[in-house]
């Protein structure tokens, strides 16, 4: 069935399988409900470097990629990039905010690397496993 028109039509990642279409069941409503809690939660602001390894027709992606538009955040895409590479853009820019899919955290968490301004790593779209949950980046 085509997508209805008005209803935002997304991709999963592909992080850990072939990307797929998902169809989105989120109410305007609850999505921004959930924008403002994001808001509170996450404090973005113009000085605060966001770093958005993932694709921007990835729900999560978008949303970063509103989020900092909404606050005039830098935002550094780097969908598709090696953990290291995004290690190197962590500590290049003094990123304060990663956004990212728990295989992709997971990845990042192999790797050896320094991100000595983070302070928020926002993982969604996925179960966080508690012990990745506890890990310190």
């Not at 069941?25 to 403002?36: F, H």
């Not at 590479?85 to 990042?108: D, F, K």
């Amino acid at each position: 069935m085509p997508p209805r028109a008005g209803r935002p039509v997304l991709m999963t990642s592909g992080s850990s399988e072939a990307p797929r279409l998902v169809r989105s069941a989120v109410r305007p409503g609850a999505a921004l409900r959930v924008a403002g809690a994001l808001l509170d939660a996450l404090k973005p602001h113009r000085d605060a470097a966001v770093v958005l390894p993932l694709p921007l027709w990835h729900g999560h992606g978008l949303a970063t990629l509103a989020l900092a538009l909404g606050v005039g955040a830098p935002l550094h895409l780097r969908a598709g990039a090696s953990p290291e590479a995004i290690w190197a853009t962590l500590e290049a820019v003094g990123a304060e905010v990663l956004a990212v899919v728990p295989t992709v955290l997971h990845r990042l968490l192999a790797a050896p690397g320094n991100a000595p301004r983070l302070r928020v790593v926002l993982s969604g779209s996925a179960l966080l496993s508690p012990e990745i949950g506890r890990a310190h980046v």
